[in-house]
């Protein structure tokens, strides 16, 4: 009985939001109160991690700003939040982006490429019936200074 209470009650408190997934670059419209004056903050980057369910999801969007990485943690539904746009949807297997923390550069934005991470350097070995071919002596003419 208490569930139905509690869902119409939450029922109003429901904003139409885009369907964010892991992976997404998004921008969002923060509302920044200093003092008296109302501004709108817009906040770019890409979801890590999505937490929650109903009201209570928040998503934490990731950004290097000047070359540190800025993290924000928001409530989907926060009244702070005024918009969010979707601009690229990304394509990942992992639910919890955090291993791009750990990266510098623009790959710290790069998500499609996730197999990068875990190749490993192996040496090569001649498969059966190759023959390894050795390089032909060359001779190189000395240049000329002169010339």
Do not use: C, H, W
């Amino acid at each position: 009985m208490d569930n139905k209470i509690l869902e119409t009650i939450e029922k109003d408190q429901y904003k139409k939001r885009p369907d964010i997934k892991v992976g997404d670059i998004v921008k969002m419209y923060l509302k920044i109160k200093e003092g008296s004056k109302e501004r709108v903050q817009v906040f770019e980057g890409i979801v890590i991690g999505v937490k929650g369910v109903g009201l209570a999801k928040t998503i934490t969007v990731r950004k290097i700003s000047y070359g540190v990485g800025v993290e924000k943690i928001i409530p989907l539904y926060s009244t702070m939040l005024e918009k969010v746009e979707i601009i690229k949807r990304g394509d990942v297997r992992k639910s919890k982006l955090y291993f791009l923390r750990g990266r510098v550069g623009r790959m710290a934005l790069k998500v499609s490429n996730l197999k990068d991470m875990y190749e490993t350097d192996e040496l090569e070995v001649p498969v059966e019936g190759e023959q390894e071919v050795e390089a032909e002596d060359v001779e190189v003419a000395p240049k000329d200074s002169n010339e």
